[in-house]
């Protein structure tokens, strides 16, 4: 990866769809997703639970669970390094997520770090065998020897203490902290260009979560790396994204660089996440929760899926026909009718352009 | 580990010294003794005996000494001289009966668990790992026959049929013109004849309830985070799948291994009851029966101190295997 600068395009989603099918009924969880990842940067995925954050990640992955799960549409182009310096442009959906060519991608291109730092490790094994199984599968003309010797200098860089013998420790010995330290390791053992964080620091208290966060920048700055990072906490993924996007039942809601979408958010489900969070420097202010609850996950919606939690919603246009995708501004899409022309922005106090 | 291995035999003693105790009062409890029976079957068949021999017979088996001095008596005859005692029933020892028996049934019991750990650990990683497929509902559905037709029905059904097709008869261990000819290739090859039926009944009904276990723990697994983890990591399905989920799935077959001990060393009772084998379950059954206390007793005891020292196999085993175990084990300590 030697001629590939910072902000190269790595990663395109186009249109992502993926339904779970199960007994109850469908789970539309994602229903046309896309977004880009450069490298070098950092995506910050924002949503409740069942918004489709993880399951668009998973999709990267291609981790979801299938059956029940089914990509019904979209691309994703990973733009990989060859071995020769150039760059070629495969599309993971079309791949065969159990095959050959998928698994060189999986834990080689791309690695990923689960929420859950107990459970993520197998206990029945050493933290340096499933480390240096990662090492063995993607680096070529590796030997155990070698796999060994990365995985100890792989946890020294993650700051676990002595590392040359917590490679031969259980996982139930390691805290938590470690536990996701040493997760961290893993995801990192290849040199991934692109580093997908699934919540990672949802688990853990928060002194160790600002740890956790501190590394993976100063990592994403010695690598080079793209990450996409998952998270319900606003105040994390403001503190770490370069971009943010906000999804909300399988819908990306708003996208934009992360300073703009903070201080100018558009879409009123944005800005109603924004006020339920408290501030620290500004004023004391009552924190306004978002009325209503997450609809059905089976539920089918004609038209906006947040319309029933929308203070500026427009009867018999936001419930009769799904919004539109617009961009109001460079490199700011929001998916609303609040800024389609022919609506008035004025009364809502909206700042289009 | 050895540290471990050695606690837990020590602590074995107490418990090995209460199932001898308990074993004695079960045979002693039931009102009556051999001799009693004895006499109440000479009775029966009209024979009158006086006092005198009466109190002769109960003089000459001990009977009139207090339960703790046959107690002890008994003990001492099997931990210094592993002499179980006397059976009054067969006239022979303890330790002759069992020896005539135990060959039979370790060879039914063992290549029946053999025959059906072969074939339910495989159908059920496959049903864990093709769950809801067609094969997995057919290998439930014969799972969940083999686990609840009970096994005497079963024999009797197949026995019946067996002799109706093919005019042979699968009782007994071998047929009646080989019964007092010396071994040969011939009656050999009978006795596995025979031993096929048994084989097939006992295995089927361990197979089913196996495959149950095997299905259900490998489902759990399969969900658990580590398995994701490992496939985020790019690992081939097939070494996923052994490496992680089933060696997990493991664990609880293992720990039944203290169970499996002594089942092999009773056999199927009903089982042998029914196709007329010589195994040493049918041997308990008739002992308790006729109040042959020594024999009855014994039986009792070996059984216990079996699933004794098989859940301490079964906790060795889990804990070689399982790290967490040995941890918490060497905390204790």
């Known amino acids: ?52 954050k993880s399951v668009s990640a998973q999709s990267v992955m291609g981790i979801v669970p299938s059956p029940p799960a089914k ?103 390691l805290s938590g902290g470690m536990r996701q330290r040493a997760m961290i390791a893993m995801a990192l053992s290849c040199d991934p260009a692109l580093l997908i964080a699934d919540e990672p620091t949802t688990a853990l208290d928060v002194t160790i979560e600002a740890q956790i966060l501190e590394l993976i920048q100063e990592l994403q700055d010695d690598l080079n790396m793209a990450i996409i990072y998952i998270s319900h906490d606003l105040a994390v993924v403001g503190g770490v994204a370069d971009e943010v996007m906000v999804m909300y039942l399988g819908l990306v809601m708003e996208h934009a660089d992360a300073e703009t979408i903070f201080d100018e958010p558009l ?26 609850n997450i609809p059905n996950p089976f539920a089918v919606h004609k038209g906006c899926p947040f319309y029933a939690r929308c203070t500026e919603r427009i009867q018999g246009v936001c419930d009769e026909s799904p919004p539109p995708v617009l961009e109001p501004r460079q490199g700011h899409t929001v998916r609303c009718f609040l800024y389609a022309d022919d609506v008035d922005l004025a009364s809502n106090g909206a700042t289009g352009d | 580990m050895v540290a471990y291995i050695v606690r837990r035999s020590v602590m074995l003693i107490p418990i090995l010294l209460l199932i001898s105790l308990v074993s004695f009062a079960i045979i002693e409890l039931p009102p009556g003794d051999w001799v009693t029976y004895q006499i109440e079957n000479l009775r029966a068949s009209g024979i009158e005996l006086n006092e005198d021999e009466a109190e002769r ?14 107690y002890v008596r008994w003990m001492r005859g099997i931990l210094f001289k592993f002499n179980f005692g006397w059976s009054f029933q067969w006239g022979k020892t303890v330790n002759e009966l069992l020896g005539e028996r ?87 090859i009978d006795m596995l004849k025979h031993l096929v039926l048994p084989l097939i009944i006992i295995g089927l009904n361990g197979t089913g309830a196996l495959i149950r276990v095997m299905r259900g723990n490998l489902l759990d697994e399969l969900k658990k985070q580590y398995v994701i983890t490992a496939r985020a990591k790019g690992v081939n399905e097939m070494q996923l799948l052994f490496k992680y989920p089933v060696r997990m799935s493991m664990n609880p077959v293992i720990s039944t291994i203290g169970w499996i001990l002594p089942g092999i060393f009773s056999g199927e009772v ?45 906790d060795i085993l889990l804990a070689a295997l399982d790290p967490r175990i040995r941890y918490s084990a060497a905390a204790a300590r």
């Not at chain 1, 070098?40 to 918004?51: A, C, D, K, Q």
């Open chain 1, 1 to 52: 990866m030697s001629d590939t600068g910072r902000g190269d395009l790595l990663l395109e989603v186009r249109n992502l769809q993926v339904h779970f099918y199960l007994f109850e009924g469908v789970v539309q969880a994602v229903n046309d997703v896309s977004f880009d990842v450069h490298r070098g940067r950092t995506l910050g995925i924002i949503g409740e639970s069942g918004s489709g």
């Open chain 1, 71 to 173: 990509q019904l549409a979209g691309e994703i182009r990973l733009h990989r390094a060859t071995p020769d310096g150039g760059i070629e442009t495969v599309d993971l959906g079309r791949l065969d997520p159990r095959g050959q060519e998928y698994r060189d991608v999986r834990g080689g291109e791309i690695g990923m770090i689960f929420q859950e730092p107990m459970t993520s490790f197998s206990p029945l094994h050493t933290v340096g065998d499933q480390i240096g199984e990662a090492i063995l599968l993607h680096i070529p003309d590796s030997t155990p020897q070698s796999a060994r010797e990365r995985t100890v200098d792989l946890l020294r860089r993650v700051g676990i203490p002595r590392p040359d013998r917590a490679v031969d420790a259980y996982p139930h010995e």
């Open chain 1, 267 to 292: 879409h009123p489900y944005t800005r109603a996440l924004w006020q339920s969070i408290p501030k620290i420097d500004g004023p004391l202010e009552q924190l306004v929760p978002i009325s209503g």
């Open chain 2, 57 to 70: 017979l109960v003089k000459m088996y001990g009977f009139d000494q207090p339960a703790w001095k046959r």
């Open chain 2, 102 to 188: 135990l060959p039979l049934t370790l060879v039914i019991s063992i290549s029946a668990l053999i025959v059906s750990w072969i074939i339910a650990i495989p159908i059920g990683i496959y049903s864990a790992t093709h769950q809801y497929s067609v094969l997995d509902y057919i290998f439930t559905f014969f799972g969940f026959l083999g686990l609840t037709i009970p096994t005497f029905l079963l024999a009797m059904v197949l026995a019946w049929y067996i002799f109706k097709l093919t005019e042979f008869a699968p009782l007994g261990l071998f047929s009646i013109e080989y019964m007092d000819e010396p071994m040969s290739m011939e009656k050999f």
């Open chain 2, 270 to 314: 009903l089982v042998s009851l029914v196709l007329g084998l010589q195994t040493t379950g049918p041997l308990l059954l008739r002992a308790v029966l006729a109040q042959d206390m020594f024999l009855a007793g014994s039986i009792v005891m070996i059984l216990s101190v079996l699933t004794v020292i098989g859940t301490l196999l079964s």
